[in-house]
């Protein structure tokens, strides 16, 4: 059978966007689908965006602890929310360009539009039918809004970034990094912010210690913390205000309710039962070690199919995909010891096993923590601390897990993840000499397990 292409990519989001230009760079006929802007959520509505808006609202803090090195701030400058969003929007744009120019040099064929399975080997955009011999699913996914008695009154971090205006008061409902990370970034650019969540701990599956500091960390400045509750109703008031009621009774009145309580596969409407593409029990598209569906010409690859969902992740996948296809390489996929980040406020990075998570599978194990202030608020006087901790088997003394909570966590941990991922011991870590005076240095300085 003869098909228009070789391989079809369903969605122009950071997996797609790399099985495509890597499967063209290496000779295949390869177009890719997208209705929405390309350069998926990552890009347009998930971690560019809101990196810029945490930067923006660090700015308050810089400015208040600018005071204990001499400079005379004054009051706070006032924030502009018009000249933040409009940035960013250009700035989007022109990443939109880029990934656009990247798949035209690629010789890769965008077709603008939603696509709909026609069979396992067709797909249907605005009318007209397209075939090929593969087909990449690479949707992603889609925030999910509560169920509940005012539900679509809520933001969510598709709409978040292009407000009109600031709210003076805002709700954050959840408890994961996306509700964590916007609750700091509403509390830095003055927002009143309060952050339910319905369990007793925000940051789930992050080392249980860790979670603490950063949950007292955000009260300390300025964050109300409100643990065991949830969302029961919302009401918009006449004079636009929303009544927003609590699973204890109490009623609060905000001026926007940012809801984060998780994101679902974008599946809705491609028509996967028309191409015998089946879901798993959460949603998901089900696939095999391959990245196969149940349909053998049919793949999918990043958060739609419910793995490790991280940008990041998808690009590895995505590459190992068409070089597996197209260059007859081994199909190799390590999600071990993958680094991740919250950009909270402190910002929290990790690499590797949890405390908890170690003692549960890996026998005996010594926990080294250090807990500071940073030199720089030695001066500013700001309230805000400092924790790493190193998970180590105490058998054979390889690090299991490195855990940071503070200023360029993200940055620090990096680095650090390559030793983790080569095995790196204790012995190895103390070998090394610090860069001093670093935050960073602790990580090999550390001497004594805790007790």
């Not at 598709?158 to 959840?174: A, I, S």
């Not at 609750?183 to 003055?190: E, K, Q, V």
Request: aromatic residues 8%; proline residues 3%; glycine residues 12%.
């Amino acid at each position: 059978m003869s098909f228009d292409y070789d391989l079809l990519v369903i969605g122009a989001g950071s997996g797609g966007v790399r099985a495509s230009r890597i499967a063209a760079g290496l000779g295949a006929r390869v177009a890719i689908a997208e209705e929405r802007q390309l350069g998926g959520t990552c890009v347009n509505v998930g971690c560019v965006p809101k990196k810029m808006y945490v930067y923006a609202s660090e700015y308050s803090e810089h400015f208040r602890g600018s005071t204990g090195f001499g400079w005379e701030a004054g009051d706070v400058p006032a924030f502009d929310w018009r000249v933040l969003r409009d940035n960013k929007s250009e700035e989007i744009l022109r990443l939109n360009g880029v990934y656009a120019r990247i798949l035209e040099s690629a010789g890769v064929e965008l077709l603008q539009g939603f696509a709909r399975f026609v069979d396992a080997h067709t797909v249907e955009i605005d009318g007209k039918s397209y075939t090929a011999e593969r087909i990449l699913i690479a949707t992603g996914g889609w925030p999910r809004v509560p169920d509940i008695e005012g539900g679509d009154l809520v933001l969510t971090s598709n709409e978040v970034f292009d407000l009109d205006t600031l709210p003076r008061r805002v709700m954050v409902q959840g408890g994961g990094y996306i509700a964590v990370e916007f609750a700091g970034i509403f509390n830095g650019l003055g927002c009143e912010t309060e952050l339910v969540y319905r369990g007793p701990l925000i940051l789930r599956g992050f080392d249980g210690e860790v979670r603490q500091f950063i949950r007292e960390q955000m009260a300390a400045k300025g964050v109300t913390m409100s643990m065991n509750l949830d969302i029961e109703s919302i009401q918009k008031r006449t004079d636009g205000a929303l009544d927003v009621r609590l699973s204890d009774g109490s009623v609060r009145t905000v001026d926007a309710v940012f809801s984060a309580i998780g994101r679902e596969p974008k599946v809705s409407g491609l028509g996967l039962e028309r191409a015998g593409v089946e879901l798993d029990a959460r949603g998901y598209i089900k696939v095999d070690d391959g990245f196969q569906t149940s349909t053998t010409n049919i793949f999918a690859l990043g958060d739609v199919i419910g793995r490790v969902q991280l940008t990041p992740v998808a690009l590895a996948e995505g590459m190992a995909l068409a070089r597996h296809w197209y260059d007859n390489q081994p199909l190799r996929m390590d999600y071990e010891s993958i680094p991740t980040a919250v950009f909270s406020q402190p910002s929290l990075a990790a690499v590797g096993l949890t405390e908890e998570a170690a003692r549960d599978t890996c026998g005996e194990v010594d926990v080294y923590v250090s807990e500071f202030t940073p030199m720089k608020h030695t001066l500013s006087g700001l309230a805000e601390r400092c924790l790493m901790k190193l998970i180590v088997r105490r058998e054979d003394q390889q690090v299991l897990g490195l855990h940071m909570a503070g200023e360029l966590a993200a940055e620090i941990v990096q680095g650090f993840a390559v030793a983790i991922k080569a095995g790196a011991t204790k012995a190895d870590f103390d070998a090394t000499i610090g860069i001093h005076p670093t935050a960073a240095e602790e990580f090999v300085t550390m001497r004594s397990p805790r007790a």
